[in-house]
């Protein structure tokens, strides 16, 4: 069956990637977005990032001090409450607590859950705070 239609949110949020060569990647991604025209939107001594694309060090604060697996996948929540349903479903069905739910420090109203899947990659729920959305999804048809 073809899809003639899709419902597009904000199902990701962001996503991390840990690296070994914090240089080799940035030069690789400066010059990937470059011709993708996607400015770099911020950069430090041990990350930097594109529109929702995070990538760090292992030893970067984002990393949380733990190397985890390959990725680092962040899902919007809509409230603290998912937030906390999203932690307790993970644990309950084989994640590893990484992160209880909870404010963090990346900006006011950041309240987040973190947890290993059953491959080590750190799955994250994030509410930013009160927000107005312009449109609960945008339609796509084919």
Known sequence: METQALYRGRLIDHIQLVVRDLEASRAF???VFEALEIPLSGSGDDYFWADELF???ADSEAALGELTGRHHLAFQARDRAMVDAFHRAALAHGGRDNGAPGERRYHP????AFVLDPDGNNIEAVYHGEAQRTAPWVKVTF
Do not use: K, L, N
């Not at 109203?109 to 987040?112: E, I, K, N, T």
């Open 29 to 31: 991604y400066g010059a």
């Open 109 to 112: 109203g950041y309240y987040a």
């Open 55 to 57: 990538v760090s060090t």
